[in-house]
């Protein structure tokens, strides 16, 4: 088991700024694939963004240039950067961690994962 917890969720409006954090606990975090999907009311779970031990990264295409994600392993960390953020990236963001090599894009690349933090962009 890896225990996640995710926070820095909230209201913010269209065009703001968002971080969220998510802690990790465990003694190989610095070998961890971490990542972030999201879920919006009545879709399914998708891929946001991942970074691998040496922090090479991956986004999904809706979210490039917009959100950044980085980690700090001395505190096992990873951070979701949200920039000008818009209505459609409303959603439960969830931070996971992939127990193998390689960045992974589906849930199911992921063993472990937060409780998740509600994100909400008003118009």
């Known amino acids: 088991q890896v225990p996640l917890v995710e926070s820095g969720g909230g209201l913010v409006q269209a065009g703001g700024s968002l971080r969220l954090s998510c802690a990790a606990f465990?003694?190989?975090?610095?070998?961890?694939?971490m990542g972030w999907f999201r879920q919006a009311p009545g879709k399914e779970r998708e891929f946001v963004a991942a970074?691998?031990?040496?922090?090479?990264?991956e986004y999904t295409d809706s979210v490039k240039g917009r959100f950044t994600i980085s980690r700090d392993n001395a505190k096992n960390t990873v951070y979701l950067q949200m920039n000008s953020v818009k209505p459609e990236d409303t959603a439960v963001y969830y931070c996971?961690?992939?127990?193998?090599w390689g960045i992974g894009t589906t849930p199911n690349d992921y063993a472990y994962w937060g409780q998740g933090t509600q994100v909400t962009v008003s118009s």
């Open positions: 970074i691998t031990s040496d922090s090479s990264t």
């Open positions: 996971a961690v992939r127990a193998d």
């Open positions: 465990g003694r190989t975090f610095s070998f961890y694939v």
